[in-house]
């Protein structure tokens, strides 16, 4: 019998590599994804250390097209996958600017890509397969505006914003597979505070590498995602930015979201827009 087999997005680089890393030991084969073939050469060579007996592949995915997203698709092919890490993320990048088919940047790619990837792949989910939502602790200051004007916004609000809408698509998917008969569960988690890639300011920088937790702990509460019960949420034990892997409550600004039950909804308008051709790429 062929072994299980994961997807880790973004699982070239800090907390998705290191997920990857402990996947491949307990067993997986592992499909990771990004955009730089040098990032996924010295991924690919660090797995292969780490667990030889794994087989792993890269492809290249970029999230801010959803054609890519497609190509994604497509390549897999009729396989079936156990598990899904949504894990890439877009750390809060200046100034504005859209994803290719138009949405603001930290929006499409943390969010509607891996909504849309999620959604264009859970029929070649195995019966147990299990999809993990990674979010952040900045998600509980979010207001909920999503994909509302974001032109006027910082791309930190879009970042938080982004960052709840995968909370939100989290819970409602859940409820979607589960109306729906289908074996596949869905959890959520957040790394804390945690230093991967490098990004940001100086002090940004000089903050991660005095006070963050290395990219190994980080992934814990991921980890922890993968395999756990369903419809929970990860996070980090201390203050939920640093520690071991604990559950932690879904913060009130994904309750007050689901509450006005409409992120999903223009969440999909958008994609439904998209694939109906009314939404084209430049
Ligand atoms: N580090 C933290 O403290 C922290 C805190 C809260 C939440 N998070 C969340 O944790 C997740 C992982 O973050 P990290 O800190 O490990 O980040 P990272 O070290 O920067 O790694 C990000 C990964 O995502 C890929 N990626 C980035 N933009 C992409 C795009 N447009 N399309 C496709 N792939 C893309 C990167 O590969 P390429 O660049 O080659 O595409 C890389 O593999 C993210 O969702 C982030 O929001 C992190």
């Known amino acids: 019998m062929s072994k299980k087999l994961a997807i880790v997005t973004g699982g070239t680089a800090g907390i998705g ?3 990857a890393i402990a996947l491949a030991k307990a067993g997986f084969d592992l499909v990771i994804t990004g955009r ?4 996924a050469e010295l991924a690919l060579e660090r797995l292969s250390v780490a667990a030889s007996n794994a087989k792993v592949e890269w492809v290249e995915l970029d999230l801010s097209d959803l054609e890519s997203v497609r190509f994604f698709s497509r390549w897999l092919g009729i396989r079936k996958w156990d598990l899904l890490v949504n894990n890439a993320g877009a750390k809060v990048e200046r100034p504005f600017k859209t994803t290719k088919q138009g949405f603001e940047w930290h929006i499409g790619v943390n969010h509607i890509a891996h909504l849309f990837l999620s959604q264009v792949l859970v029929n070649r989910g195995r019966d147990g397969a299990r999809i993990v939502f990674v979010s952040s602790i900045v998600a ?8 509302n004007d974001y032109e006027s916004q910082s791309p930190g609000v879009a970042y938080r914003d982004s960052k709840l809408a995968n909370l939100v698509t989290a819970i409602n998917l859940g409820k979607v597979l589960a109306e729906n008969n289908l074996d596949i569960t869905v959890t959520m988690a957040h790394p804390g505070f945690t230093r991967a890639s490098a990004y940001g300011t100086k002090l940004i920088r000089a903050a991660e ?14 980890i922890s995602a993968c395999f756990s019960e369903a419809d929970v949420y990860w996070g980090p034990k201390y203050f939920q930015l640093w520690g ?14 689901l509450d006005k039950g409409d992120i999903w909804s223009d969440s999909l308008g958008e994609i439904r827009r998209y694939l109906a051709g009314e939404l084209r790429p430049d």
């Open 140 to 147: 509980r200051r979010s207001a909920g505006t999503v994909l």
């Open 17 to 19: 590599l290191e997920t």
């Open 244 to 257: 071991p892997p604990t559950q932690v409550n879904l913060p009130e600004s994904v309750v007050s979201a």
């Open 36 to 39: 730089s073939k040098f990032k």
């Open 209 to 222: 590498i005095v006070l963050a937790q290395p990219a190994s702990k980080g992934a814990k509460p991921v």
